[in-house]
Protein backbone atom coordinates (compact mmCIF):
# COMPACT_ATOMS: atom_id res chain seq x y z
CA UNK A 1 0.00 0.00 0.00
CA UNK A 2 1.23 2.96 -1.05
CA UNK A 3 0.57 6.00 1.52
CA UNK A 4 3.10 8.85 0.33
CA UNK A 5 1.20 12.21 0.37
CA UNK A 6 2.96 13.99 -2.38
CA UNK A 7 2.27 17.27 -3.21
CA UNK A 8 3.68 19.50 -5.66
CA UNK A 9 6.73 22.07 -4.71
CA UNK A 10 5.63 24.69 -2.45
CA UNK A 11 6.04 28.40 -3.64
CA UNK A 12 9.35 29.84 -2.12
CA UNK A 13 9.38 32.14 0.82
CA UNK A 14 12.31 34.38 1.71
CA UNK A 15 13.50 32.24 4.76
CA UNK A 16 16.19 29.89 6.62
CA UNK A 17 16.80 26.62 5.34
CA UNK A 18 16.24 23.94 7.93
CA UNK A 19 19.21 21.94 6.29
CA UNK A 20 21.07 24.73 5.84
CA UNK A 21 24.59 24.64 7.29
CA UNK A 22 25.36 28.16 7.43
CA UNK A 23 24.34 29.89 10.23
CA UNK A 24 22.89 32.84 8.08
CA UNK A 25 19.70 32.44 6.87
CA UNK A 26 19.52 30.81 2.95
CA UNK A 27 16.54 29.68 0.62
CA UNK A 28 17.75 26.20 -0.54
CA UNK A 29 18.31 25.90 -4.20
CA UNK A 30 15.11 24.14 -4.68
CA UNK A 31 15.52 25.29 -8.65
CA UNK A 32 17.83 22.10 -9.21
CA UNK A 33 16.54 18.50 -9.54
CA UNK A 34 15.29 17.15 -6.04
CA UNK A 35 17.30 14.19 -4.73
CA UNK A 36 15.15 10.71 -5.51
CA UNK A 37 14.07 10.27 -2.35
CA UNK A 38 13.01 13.96 -1.74
CA UNK A 39 9.28 14.54 -3.35
CA UNK A 40 8.85 18.49 -2.26
CA UNK A 41 9.96 21.65 -0.53
CA UNK A 42 7.89 22.44 2.17
CA UNK A 43 7.04 25.89 3.72
CA UNK A 44 7.67 25.89 7.78
CA UNK A 45 7.15 28.83 10.16
CA UNK A 46 10.72 28.59 10.78
CA UNK A 47 12.50 28.18 7.55
CA UNK A 48 11.92 25.71 3.88
CA UNK A 49 12.39 21.80 4.33
CA UNK A 50 12.22 18.94 2.62
CA UNK A 51 9.55 15.95 1.96
CA UNK A 52 11.21 12.89 1.24
CA UNK A 53 9.33 9.67 0.19
CA UNK A 54 8.70 6.41 2.33
CA UNK A 55 9.84 3.72 -0.09
CA UNK A 56 13.04 2.45 -0.67
CA UNK A 57 14.21 2.30 -3.80
CA UNK A 58 16.03 -1.14 -5.87
CA UNK A 59 18.72 1.41 -6.43
CA UNK A 60 19.13 2.32 -2.53
CA UNK A 61 18.71 -1.22 -1.64
CA UNK A 62 21.26 -1.93 -3.62
CA UNK A 63 23.31 1.35 -1.96
CA UNK A 64 22.35 -0.63 1.38
CA UNK A 65 24.35 -3.57 0.41
CA UNK A 66 27.57 -1.53 -0.46
CA UNK A 67 27.27 -0.48 3.19
CA UNK A 68 27.88 -3.86 4.20
CA UNK A 69 30.13 -4.84 1.96
CA UNK A 70 32.87 -1.89 1.50
CA UNK A 71 34.08 1.39 2.65
CA UNK A 72 31.27 3.12 0.29
CA UNK A 73 29.57 3.36 4.03
CA UNK A 74 32.05 5.92 5.01
CA UNK A 75 30.55 8.85 2.58
CA UNK A 76 26.76 7.58 2.54
CA UNK A 77 24.86 10.23 4.68
CA UNK A 78 22.32 13.21 4.27
CA UNK A 79 22.72 16.56 5.77
CA UNK A 80 21.77 17.21 8.96
CA UNK A 81 18.29 19.01 9.22
CA UNK A 82 14.95 19.03 9.78
CA UNK A 83 12.89 16.89 6.65
CA UNK A 84 8.83 15.76 6.32
CA UNK A 85 7.17 12.47 6.22
CA UNK A 86 3.82 13.04 4.81
CA UNK A 87 1.74 16.15 5.39
CA UNK A 88 3.27 17.30 9.20
CA UNK A 89 1.97 20.30 11.01
CA UNK A 90 2.77 22.24 14.72
CA UNK A 91 1.27 19.24 16.07
CA UNK A 92 3.04 16.29 14.88
CA UNK A 93 5.48 14.35 16.65
CA UNK A 94 9.13 14.91 16.01
CA UNK A 95 11.49 12.13 15.42
CA UNK A 96 15.39 12.24 15.74
CA UNK A 97 17.62 10.32 14.23
CA UNK A 98 21.37 9.95 13.06
CA UNK A 99 22.53 11.25 9.26
CA UNK A 100 23.77 8.15 8.04
CA UNK A 101 21.66 7.57 5.22
CA UNK A 102 21.52 3.68 5.75
CA UNK A 103 19.53 4.62 9.40
CA UNK A 104 17.74 7.65 7.98
CA UNK A 105 16.22 5.11 5.01
CA UNK A 106 14.68 2.67 7.87
CA UNK A 107 13.53 5.31 9.92
CA UNK A 108 11.80 6.82 6.91
CA UNK A 109 10.68 4.09 5.43
CA UNK A 110 8.69 2.38 8.66
CA UNK A 111 6.82 5.92 8.86
CA UNK A 112 4.94 5.32 5.73
CA UNK A 113 1.26 7.08 5.96
CA UNK A 114 2.51 8.92 9.09
CA UNK A 115 2.85 12.77 9.02
CA UNK A 116 6.06 13.19 11.45
CA UNK A 117 8.69 15.57 11.21
CA UNK A 118 12.64 13.78 11.53
CA UNK A 119 15.46 15.19 12.95
CA UNK A 120 18.36 14.85 11.47
CA UNK A 121 21.57 14.89 14.01
CA UNK A 122 25.35 15.30 12.61
CA UNK A 123 26.72 12.01 13.15
CA UNK A 124 29.27 12.38 10.81
CA UNK A 125 27.58 9.41 9.25
CA UNK A 126 28.11 6.96 11.58
CA UNK A 127 24.54 5.16 13.05
CA UNK A 128 22.85 5.84 16.47
CA UNK A 129 24.43 3.32 18.49
CA UNK A 130 27.89 4.18 17.42
CA UNK A 131 27.22 7.72 17.06
CA UNK A 132 25.88 7.89 20.95
CA UNK A 133 29.10 5.87 22.01
CA UNK A 134 31.38 8.32 20.08
CA UNK A 135 29.87 11.57 21.35
CA UNK A 136 28.14 12.80 17.77
CA UNK A 137 25.00 11.73 19.07
CA UNK A 138 25.00 13.69 21.89
CA UNK A 139 23.77 16.19 24.03
CA UNK A 140 25.58 19.16 22.13
CA UNK A 141 24.59 18.38 18.88
CA UNK A 142 21.03 17.49 19.74
CA UNK A 143 20.42 20.82 21.92
CA UNK A 144 22.48 22.87 18.83
CA UNK A 145 20.15 21.52 15.99
CA UNK A 146 17.02 22.34 17.79
CA UNK A 147 17.38 26.06 18.14
CA UNK A 148 19.40 26.08 15.06
CA UNK A 149 16.41 24.68 12.77
CA UNK A 150 14.44 26.75 15.37
CA UNK A 151 12.63 23.74 16.65
CA UNK A 152 9.76 25.58 18.88
CA UNK A 153 8.59 27.61 15.80
CA UNK A 154 7.78 24.64 13.91
CA UNK A 155 5.86 22.67 16.23
CA UNK A 156 3.85 23.85 19.27
CA UNK A 157 4.01 20.71 21.46
CA UNK A 158 7.71 20.66 23.00
CA UNK A 159 8.54 16.51 22.92
CA UNK A 160 10.88 14.84 20.50
CA UNK A 161 11.56 11.02 19.98
CA UNK A 162 14.89 9.87 20.57
CA UNK A 163 15.91 6.26 19.63
CA UNK A 164 16.61 4.10 22.83
CA UNK A 165 19.97 3.33 21.48
CA UNK A 166 21.07 6.68 21.53
CA UNK A 167 20.70 7.60 24.96
CA UNK A 168 23.93 6.49 26.20
CA UNK A 169 24.98 10.03 24.51
CA UNK A 170 21.99 12.06 25.53
CA UNK A 171 21.77 14.07 28.71
CA UNK A 172 17.77 14.33 28.67
CA UNK A 173 17.41 17.31 31.68
CA UNK A 174 20.32 19.25 29.62
CA UNK A 175 18.13 19.12 26.68
CA UNK A 176 14.84 20.20 28.22
CA UNK A 177 16.92 22.67 30.16
CA UNK A 178 18.56 24.22 27.27
CA UNK A 179 15.93 24.40 24.71
CA UNK A 180 12.33 23.53 26.64
CA UNK A 181 12.64 19.85 24.76
CA UNK A 182 11.31 16.76 26.58
CA UNK A 183 13.07 13.59 25.10
CA UNK A 184 11.09 10.90 25.27
CA UNK A 185 13.19 7.69 24.47
CA UNK A 186 11.56 5.51 22.03
CA UNK A 187 11.75 2.25 20.83
CA UNK A 188 15.20 0.04 20.08
CA UNK A 189 14.54 -0.97 16.19
CA UNK A 190 12.38 1.73 13.50
CA UNK A 191 10.05 -0.33 12.89
CA UNK A 192 8.30 -0.19 15.44
CA UNK A 193 8.27 3.39 15.48
CA UNK A 194 4.46 3.37 14.38
CA UNK A 195 3.38 1.84 16.93
CA UNK A 196 4.68 3.52 19.56
CA UNK A 197 3.24 6.64 17.94
CA UNK A 198 0.07 5.29 17.76
CA UNK A 199 0.11 4.14 21.33
CA UNK A 200 0.81 7.80 22.61
CA UNK A 201 4.39 7.29 23.09
CA UNK A 202 4.67 4.58 25.85
CA UNK A 203 7.08 1.87 24.92
CA UNK A 204 6.14 -1.80 25.31
CA UNK A 205 8.69 -4.09 26.60
CA UNK A 206 8.79 -5.74 23.84
CA UNK A 207 10.01 -2.67 22.12
CA UNK A 208 12.63 -2.50 24.75
CA UNK A 209 14.81 -5.82 24.18
CA UNK A 210 17.55 -5.94 21.85
CA UNK A 211 17.03 -9.30 20.37
CA UNK A 212 20.51 -9.25 18.06
CA UNK A 213 19.98 -12.58 16.83
CA UNK A 214 22.56 -14.66 14.85
CA UNK A 215 21.09 -13.23 11.72
CA UNK A 216 21.61 -9.31 13.23
CA UNK A 217 24.96 -10.69 13.55
CA UNK A 218 25.61 -12.71 10.40
CA UNK A 219 24.39 -9.54 8.08
CA UNK A 220 27.37 -7.40 10.22
CA UNK A 221 30.22 -9.66 9.57
CA UNK A 222 31.47 -8.62 5.71
CA UNK A 223 32.38 -5.55 7.71
CA UNK A 224 34.50 -7.21 9.43
CA UNK A 225 35.92 -9.54 6.65
CA UNK A 226 36.39 -7.49 3.90
CA UNK A 227 38.78 -4.78 5.65
CA UNK A 228 41.00 -8.17 6.87
CA UNK A 229 41.03 -9.90 3.87
CA UNK A 230 43.15 -6.40 2.55
CA UNK A 231 45.66 -7.35 5.24
CA UNK A 232 45.66 -10.89 4.50
CA UNK A 233 46.69 -9.74 0.45
CA UNK A 234 49.88 -8.07 2.14
CA UNK A 235 50.68 -10.69 4.15
CA UNK A 236 50.33 -13.58 1.98
CA UNK A 237 53.51 -11.76 0.03
CA UNK A 238 55.49 -11.55 3.08
CA UNK A 239 54.99 -15.47 3.83
CA UNK A 240 54.94 -16.40 0.20
CA UNK A 241 58.85 -14.76 -0.07
CA UNK A 242 60.11 -15.79 3.78
CA UNK A 243 59.59 -19.40 2.52
CA UNK A 244 60.70 -18.81 -0.67
CA UNK A 245 64.25 -17.11 0.39
CA UNK A 246 67.42 -18.93 -0.25
CA UNK A 247 71.18 -18.20 -0.42
CA UNK A 248 70.40 -18.19 -4.14
CA UNK A 249 67.25 -15.82 -4.25
CA UNK A 250 63.71 -16.89 -4.51
CA UNK A 251 63.09 -19.96 -4.67
CA UNK A 252 59.18 -20.53 -6.03
CA UNK A 253 58.54 -24.38 -5.59
CA UNK A 254 59.93 -23.89 -2.04
CA UNK A 255 57.48 -20.74 -1.32
CA UNK A 256 54.83 -22.24 -2.50
CA UNK A 257 55.18 -25.82 -0.63
CA UNK A 258 56.14 -23.83 2.50
CA UNK A 259 53.40 -20.92 2.46
CA UNK A 260 50.15 -22.42 1.48
CA UNK A 261 49.33 -24.15 4.87
CA UNK A 262 50.16 -20.81 6.38
CA UNK A 263 47.63 -18.71 3.56
CA UNK A 264 45.03 -21.39 4.59
CA UNK A 265 45.09 -20.81 8.74
CA UNK A 266 45.68 -17.32 7.90
CA UNK A 267 41.97 -16.86 6.07
CA UNK A 268 40.82 -19.80 8.86
CA UNK A 269 42.46 -16.86 11.92
CA UNK A 270 39.84 -14.05 9.44
CA UNK A 271 37.03 -16.42 9.75
CA UNK A 272 37.57 -17.47 13.27
CA UNK A 273 37.85 -13.86 14.42
CA UNK A 274 35.20 -12.32 11.68
CA UNK A 275 32.63 -14.88 11.63
CA UNK A 276 32.76 -17.63 13.75
CA UNK A 277 33.37 -15.16 16.76
CA UNK A 278 30.44 -13.24 15.63
CA UNK A 279 27.89 -15.55 14.79
CA UNK A 280 28.70 -18.04 17.99
CA UNK A 281 28.98 -14.95 20.36
CA UNK A 282 26.64 -15.88 23.21
CA UNK A 283 28.09 -19.50 23.31
CA UNK A 284 31.87 -19.30 23.67
CA UNK A 285 32.99 -18.63 27.09
CA UNK A 286 33.98 -15.11 28.74
CA UNK A 287 32.16 -11.87 28.25
CA UNK A 288 35.61 -10.23 26.55
CA UNK A 289 35.63 -10.49 22.72
CA UNK A 290 39.25 -10.63 22.58
CA UNK A 291 39.13 -13.82 25.12
CA UNK A 292 36.42 -15.02 22.67
CA UNK A 293 38.38 -14.63 19.61
CA UNK A 294 41.65 -15.85 21.25
CA UNK A 295 39.41 -19.83 22.30
CA UNK A 296 37.77 -19.69 18.74
CA UNK A 297 41.64 -18.80 17.03
CA UNK A 298 43.26 -21.16 18.81
CA UNK A 299 40.76 -24.34 18.40
CA UNK A 300 41.07 -23.68 14.86
CA UNK A 301 44.71 -24.09 14.62
CA UNK A 302 44.02 -27.00 16.93
CA UNK A 303 42.11 -28.09 14.56
CA UNK A 304 44.56 -27.58 11.61
CA UNK A 305 46.90 -29.86 13.39
CA UNK A 306 44.56 -32.85 11.50
CA UNK A 307 44.36 -31.44 8.42
CA UNK A 308 47.86 -30.48 7.69
CA UNK A 309 50.94 -32.36 8.15
CA UNK A 310 53.09 -29.04 9.14
CA UNK A 311 51.72 -28.35 11.74
CA UNK A 312 52.96 -32.64 12.79
CA UNK A 313 56.65 -31.69 12.26
CA UNK A 314 59.37 -31.49 14.79
CA UNK A 315 59.55 -27.71 13.82
CA UNK A 316 58.36 -25.90 17.59
CA UNK A 317 59.26 -22.49 15.44
CA UNK A 318 56.64 -23.11 13.49
CA UNK A 319 54.47 -24.74 15.80
CA UNK A 320 54.86 -21.49 18.39
CA UNK A 321 54.47 -18.87 15.27
CA UNK A 322 51.35 -20.63 14.90
CA UNK A 323 49.37 -20.60 17.93
CA UNK A 324 51.03 -17.15 18.96
CA UNK A 325 50.21 -15.42 15.48
CA UNK A 326 46.60 -16.82 14.56
CA UNK A 327 44.99 -16.73 17.91
CA UNK A 328 46.28 -13.36 17.81
CA UNK A 329 44.57 -12.52 14.66
CA UNK A 330 41.48 -13.92 15.45
CA UNK A 331 40.97 -12.64 18.55
CA UNK A 332 41.97 -9.18 17.15
CA UNK A 333 39.42 -9.00 14.80
CA UNK A 334 36.89 -10.58 17.51
CA UNK A 335 37.66 -7.22 18.88
CA UNK A 336 36.81 -4.82 16.75
CA UNK A 337 33.37 -6.78 16.50
CA UNK A 338 32.57 -4.77 19.52
CA UNK A 339 31.63 -1.46 17.78
CA UNK A 340 28.43 -3.32 15.52
CA UNK A 341 27.04 -4.81 18.95
CA UNK A 342 24.97 -3.82 21.53
CA UNK A 343 26.77 -6.38 24.03
CA UNK A 344 29.41 -4.04 25.38
CA UNK A 345 29.97 -0.40 25.73
CA UNK A 346 32.61 2.36 25.56
CA UNK A 347 33.93 1.48 29.41
CA UNK A 348 34.19 -2.04 28.63
CA UNK A 349 36.24 -1.85 24.86
CA UNK A 350 38.29 0.48 26.34
CA UNK A 351 38.87 -2.04 29.65
CA UNK A 352 39.55 -4.94 26.98
CA UNK A 353 41.79 -3.03 24.68
CA UNK A 354 44.38 -1.58 27.63
CA UNK A 355 44.93 -5.49 28.28
CA UNK A 356 44.84 -7.05 24.75
CA UNK A 357 47.04 -4.42 22.73
CA UNK A 358 50.08 -5.27 24.93
CA UNK A 359 49.45 -9.26 24.70
CA UNK A 360 49.04 -8.51 20.93
CA UNK A 361 52.38 -6.59 20.18
CA UNK A 362 54.40 -9.17 22.27
CA UNK A 363 52.50 -12.07 20.72
CA UNK A 364 53.50 -10.45 17.24
CA UNK A 365 57.02 -10.12 18.04
CA UNK A 366 57.65 -13.38 19.36
CA UNK A 367 56.11 -14.95 15.99
CA UNK A 368 58.33 -13.21 14.07
CA UNK A 369 61.60 -14.11 16.18
CA UNK A 370 60.13 -17.93 16.21
CA UNK A 371 59.59 -17.76 12.29
CA UNK A 372 63.30 -16.10 11.96
CA UNK A 373 64.46 -18.89 14.31
CA UNK A 374 63.16 -21.40 12.15
CA UNK A 375 64.39 -19.74 8.85
CA UNK A 376 68.14 -19.91 10.38
CA UNK A 377 68.06 -23.68 11.36
CA UNK A 378 66.67 -24.39 8.06
CA UNK A 379 69.53 -22.76 6.44
CA UNK A 380 72.12 -24.62 8.79
CA UNK A 381 70.41 -27.77 7.78
CA UNK A 382 71.24 -27.07 4.25
Not at 232 to 252: D, E, M, P, W
Request: aromatic share 10%; charged share 15%; glycine share 6%.
Amino acid sequence: MKCDKSSDTASIQTKCCCNAEKTVPAVPKVTQQLKRWMTATVNTPACITYKVSTEITKSELLEHLRCRLSSFRNSYTVTPGLYAVGNPDQNSHVVVTANYKLTFDKVRESLSCEDVWIMVLDTKGINVWCAAGKGTFGTEEMINRILKIQLTSIVTHRKIIVPQLGAPGVSAHMVKKATGFQVLFGPVYASDLKDYIKSGCVATKAMRNVSFSTIDRLILTPMEIIPAMRIFAVYAVIIFLFFGLSASGINFADAAKGAFPFFIVGLIAILSGAFITPVLLPVIPSKSFAVKGWIVGIFMVWISRFLFTWLNTTSSELTLFSYLLFPGISSYIALQFTGATTFTGMSGVKKELKYAVPVYIISAIISIVALALYKINLWRTI
